[in-house]
């Protein structure tokens, strides 16, 4: 008789394979109040072409779990040639202390060039972070998930109100899946709190990046991630010069549902 | 075909950013042309013709493209690079497109 979790993987596995949708609200309702290492086996058992998106920062939990599922799990990060020292000393102590199959992603050298050649070093100060992370980070990004069907991510809720409070701890992935490629996320760190985390780190001797010893509590690239101080949202550590009302391109009386090609 | 090019005035009555530079790279792509009709979604006034097509397309983004074919179907494109491959058959740099998708993906933020 098959348990209820391997039924699940078992019918997850052949509506893949026939190419029928996943019903992915069904499974995020029955999965939201599951631990992450249980969201995690769902993913890491229910496909076959999945693998971990790890920054380099306190996400290091998602890799510690799941090589204890899978051990030779794939976990990629994102090279973006501007981490800090630190991260990338860090990265390469995870890369040593699990046997994962870890990959670091680089972007196309042409487009660094250029955006180099045409803009500096620094261009994010002036123009907003979007365009250098766009080459820098999201087409990597985007060339690696076009042969996954699934990832997983460390998003958390209480990471940011604007951005991540109503993260689900499974969804199809709306910025990277195209008609032709369906791509599942799932976040199985969701609904922990960056207490749970940390609880988890010291119990289970997990390594960290050094910088969180000095008030850094989100990573992300030297010259764009800054310490914190104690109570200051989690997020003021990023990208800090941006003017939120700027980044807009909303219709704020439209009051309508998104759609979108 | 017909194609309307929906751009946003902002609350505080400026022009919004990116509705420029999408009208200015139409404008060096000698593009501009193909483009039959400029509507202003002009977010002081709920019922400028723009935030009327929002509303009736269910659209929340600016600038959007409003394509209809000669068949009398309609195609809404909140995606300037998907709609400069798909309607004007374009082939745009990758860049363009990953630093739209940061723009419309807020949320890519966690990257
Ligand atoms: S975080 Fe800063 S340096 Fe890193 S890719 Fe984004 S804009 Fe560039």
Redesign the pocket.
């Known amino acids: 008789m098959l348990g209820c979790r391997q039924a699940l993987i078992i019918s997850i596995k052949d509506e893949h394979r026939e190419g029928r949708a996943v019903d992915i609200e069904a499974l995020a309702n029955q999965y939201s109040s599951k631990t992450p290492e249980d969201i995690l086996r769902l993913a890491l058992e229910s496909f076959d072409n999945v693998a971990i998106s790890f920054s380099g920062a306190e996400d290091v939990v998602l890799v510690d779990m799941a090589s204890r599922i899978q051990p030779d799990v794939r976990v990629f990060s994102l090279d ?1 040639g ?1 981490l800090h020292p630190e991260t990338y000393r860090f990265l390469d102590r995870v890369r040593e202390r699990y046997p994962i199959r870890f990959e670091a992603l680089s972007p196309d050298a042409m487009a660094v060039e250029r955006l180099v050649r045409e803009k500096g070093l620094f261009s ?1 100060y002036q123009d907003g ?1 979007q365009e ?2 766009g ?3 999201v087409g990597p990004l985007r060339r690696r998930l076009q042969s996954l069907d699934a990832w997983v991510t460390g998003q958390r809720k209480d990471q940011s109100l604007a951005t991540r409070a109503t993260i689900a701890v499974v969804e199809r992935d709306a910025a990277f899946s195209t008609p032709e490629h369906a791509l599942v996320k799932f976040n199985p760190l969701a609904n922990w709190t960056a207490a749970e985390v940390w609880d988890y780190i010291r119990s289970n001797d997990v390594p960290y990046n050094e910088l969180h010893e000095r008030g850094f509590v989100s990573i ?6 800054r310490a914190i101080l104690p109570y200051q949202q989690e997020r003021e550590g ?2 800090w010069w941006e003017d939120a009302a700027d980044k807009e391109c909303g219709l704020h009386k439209a009051n309508v549902a998104v759609r979108r090609r | 075909m017909h194609i309307t090019l929906v751009k946003k005035i902002k609350a505080d009555g400026s022009p919004c950013r990116k509705c420029a530079e999408v009208v200015d790279r139409l404008e060096r792509s000698q593009l501009l042309g193909r483009i039959d009709r400029v509507v202003v979604a002009d977010e002081r006034d709920p019922d400028s013709e723009g935030m009327q097509l929002a509303g009736r397309y269910n659209v929340d983004w600016a600038p959007f493209f409003i394509v209809e074919d000669d068949s009398g179907g309609e195609r809404i494109y909140t995606s300037f690079f998907r709609f400069l491959k798909e309607v004007l058959g374009q082939n745009p740099r990758q860049e363009e497109e990953t630093t739209e998708m940061m723009r419309q993906n807020p949320d890519l933020d966690f990257l």
Do not use: A, D, M, N
């Open positions: 973006t501007r994010f972070h250098c992370c080459i820098r980070k992300g690239c030297e010259p764009c991630t990023r990208w």
